[in-house]
């Protein structure tokens, strides 16, 4: 059965790390997959971690089964960092959270309960929007179609042409929205779209489904959170994907939510029943090691502050490297503005670059950014800025 099997192509993001793993060259550079480097080039586990695992490995007393739905502890620190503490869905009890490896988990959760509440409903992504986005809802048998986001001449939202496409959305159907730090292109929604897409959805009854990936990487923990709680205002029911990949450094752990807000909590308890089952049947019971990192450090005063200040040093160094990029990109002579860069949010960045240059500057400087040309500013750093910018200017030339 295996003998007619062709190859699949390798994933555009993470392929990109096995060849530049492959790579001998001694001034290689990754800004491909988005993992966060510090000053010296590193990833490093954040101290808030360690301490948080080393109490876990003092006081873990059994490695068995977490419930379908994760740890209670996690769900509810989850809730109150992503719509704040007093909100009104909290007391409200209109909220219902799974604890999922990962943000692409959260997401197949997500796509799996639409197929079994509303199978014919379509799945509208950004264009561009994460590669992964299309695969992941196809695998999951749910028609995906796109609207308009970027205008590469402003480097910014289209917002006239994503809205009008958005007026034709029938009720029912599922528009997938970045929370912040847009993935790929670092352009966000203003409040004001913000307001107008929320608004829209609820007149229409369209379900909003948010992939928030990079609270606290943009402006802030709750400056990010705007967007989410902008469609809490007007929204009666929507998702939230949530991945703590990105502001906890816990990548591999797998550690993530999809939290399910409905207009009362009878509607959430019976939701957050289908929600277990698309878990019991995918993945049985999420990982635990990562959730419990989250829960101790957010139930935790000091570790949270102590946390904080780790998120915000993450983020002022990505926003320093955007002003350092566009500087450097300049004095070396290129010919192209790239200023927009600096006021774009998040680890990515679209540069602009055709495939074509992309391809040059893997072959000629083995500088390594996704074939869509976006670029993962925090993988920049002093020490390859110079190398990496002059690899752009010879490449556009
Ligand atoms: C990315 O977009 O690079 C990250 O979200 C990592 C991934 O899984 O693709």
Redesign the pocket.
């Known amino acids: 059965m295996f003998e007619t099997i062709n190859p699949a192509a390798e994933?555009s993001?993470?392929g990109l790390t096995v060849e530049f793993q492959k790579d001998t060259n001694p001034k290689k550079i990754n800004l491909?997959?988005?993992?966060y480097k510090d000053g010296s080039g590193q990833t490093p586990v954040l101290s808030t971690v360690k301490e948080a695992e080393a109490r876990l490995l003092r006081s873990e007393a059994t490695k068995s089964y977490l419930p379908i739905d994760g740890l209670a502890s996690y769900a509810e620190l989850n809730q109150q960092i992503v719509f704040g503490s007093e909100h009104t869905i909290l007391s409200d009890e209109r909220a219902a959270t799974v604890q999922t490896p990962?943000?692409?988990g959260a997401l197949r959760v997500a796509a799996d309960f639409v197929r079994r509440i509303s199978p014919k409903a379509t799945v509208w992504l950004s264009d561009p929007t994460?590669?992964?986005h299309p695969n992941l809802f196809g695998g999951a048998a749910l028609q995906a179609s796109s609207y308009p986001y970027f205008d590469a001449d402003s480097n910014g939202v289209d917002f006239d042409r994503m809205m009008a496409v958005l007026e034709t959305i029938p009720a029912g159907d599922i528009l997938l929205l970045h929370g912040c730090c847009h993935?790929?292109t670092g352009a966000d929604l203003s409040t004001q779209q913000w307001q107008e897409v929320a608004s829209l959805c609820a007149g229409r009854g369209i379900l909003p489904l948010l992939d928030f990936?990079y609270q606290g990487f943009g402006d802030g923990l709750d400056e990010d959170a705007s967007g989410v709680r902008i469609v809490a205002d007007h929204c009666r029911e929507f998702l939230v994907a949530t991945?703590y990949?990105?502001n906890f450094g816990l990548?591999n752990e797998r550690v993530g939510a999809l939290t399910l807000v409905a207009a009362s909590s009878e509607a959430a308890e019976a939701a957050h029943s289908h929600l277990k089952i698309c878990v019991r049947t995918n993945y049985s019971n999420p990982p635990a090691h990562g959730g419990q990192i989250v829960a101790e450090i957010l139930g935790d005063p000091d570790l949270r502050q102590r946390w904080e200040v780790e998120l915000a040093d993450m983020r002022n160094r990505i926003n320093d490297m955007r002003h350092h990029f566009v500087e450097t990109l300049d004095e070396q002579g290129a010919d192209r503005d790239f200023s927009f860069i600096a006021h774009q949010r998040g680890?990515?960045s679209y540069s602009g670059l055709t495939p074509t240059q992309v391809q040059a500057l893997r072959e000629r400087h083995s500088i390594y950014i996704?074939g869509s040309g976006?670029i993962?500013v925090a993988g920049m750093t002093e020490a390859n800025m110079e190398y990496l910018c002059a690899g752009i200017v010879d490449v556009l030339e």
């Open positions: 994933d993001i993470l491909g997959v988005g993992v990962g943000g692409t994460w590669p992964n993935n790929p990936a991945s990949s990105k990548y680890m990515f996704v976006r993962n």
